[in-house]
Nanobody, 114 residues
Framework: QVQLVESGGGLVQPGGSLRLSCAAS????????MGWYRQAPGKQRELVAR???????NYADSVKGRFTISRDNAKNTVYLQMSSLKPEDTAVYYC????????WGQGTQVTVSS
């Protein structure tokens, strides 16, 4: 089992920045990749960014150049640095870990509004 605990969401004005954190614990040796997904009201959950154990990353087109995913292996933590935030980035953001099964965090709300 893997446990994921997210933090760092909140309310930010358009153009602002936030950093999300996801701390993993448990059977972390089984994790091949971690990522962030988001789900806005009335929409499907979508991939935002993903990072593999080897450090390879991929991003949704809508966040390229604005968001950066990174990991601190010593802390078993993955980060999502979000900059130049837009109202359309408003969503619940979920941390994800892929291993033999897929694990999810509880979600953290990000609201971009003036």
């Amino acid at each position: 089992q893997v446990q994921l605990v997210e933090s760092g969401g909140g309310l930010v004005q358009p153009g602002g920045s936030l950093r999300l954190s996801c701390a993993a614990s448990g059977s972390i040796f089984s994790i091949a990749a971690m990522g962030w997904y988001r789900q806005a009201p009335g929409k499907q959950r979508e991939l935002v960014a993903r990072i593999t154990r080897g450090g390879s990353t991929n991003y949704a087109d809508s966040v390229k150049g604005r968001f950066t995913i990174s990991r601190d292996n010593a802390k078993n933590t993955v980060y999502l640095q979000m900059s130049s935030l837009k109202p359309e980035d408003t969503a619940v953001y979920y941390c994800n870990a892929d291993g033999p099964i897929r694990y999810w965090g509880q979600g953290t709300q990000v609201t971009v509004s003036s």
